[in-house]
C-alpha cells in the first residue's frame, strides 16, 4: 500500500470516527490539524502525524478499513 492510500484510508477511519477531539487528544495531533486532515485540507500532512494516527487506530491500516467495510477482508470470496 503506497502513502497517498495509507493517508485515504486514515482520513476515512477519521472521518467515521468523527470525534476529533477525542482522536487528537488520544492520538498527540492536534485537534485543528485532525479536523483539516480529515476533510483533505492538508495536502502534505506529514509523516509524524500520519503515524501516529496509525498507532492510535492500531494499524496494520488494511484491517481497520476491512472492519469499515471499505475493502474485502484477505482471502475472502
Known amino acids: 500500500m503506497n502513502i497517498i492510500e495509507r493517508v485515504e484510508r486514515l ?3 477519521v472521518a467515521e470516527r468523527g470525534d476529533y477531539k477525542t482522536v487528537a487528544a488520544e492520538s498527540g495531533v492536534t485537534f485543528h490539524w485532525l479536523q483539516k486532515f480529515a ?3 492538508i495536502p502534505n500532512p506529514g509523516v509524524v ?3 501516529k494516527l496509525e498507532a492510535y487506530f492500531s494499524l496494520d491500516c488494511e484491517d481497520a478499513v476491512y472492519r469499515l467495510g471499505y475493502m474485502q477482508q484477505r482471502g475472502a470470496a
Open 11 to 13: 482520513q476515512a477511519l
Open 39 to 41: 476533510i483533505g485540507k
Open 49 to 51: 502525524n500520519v503515524a
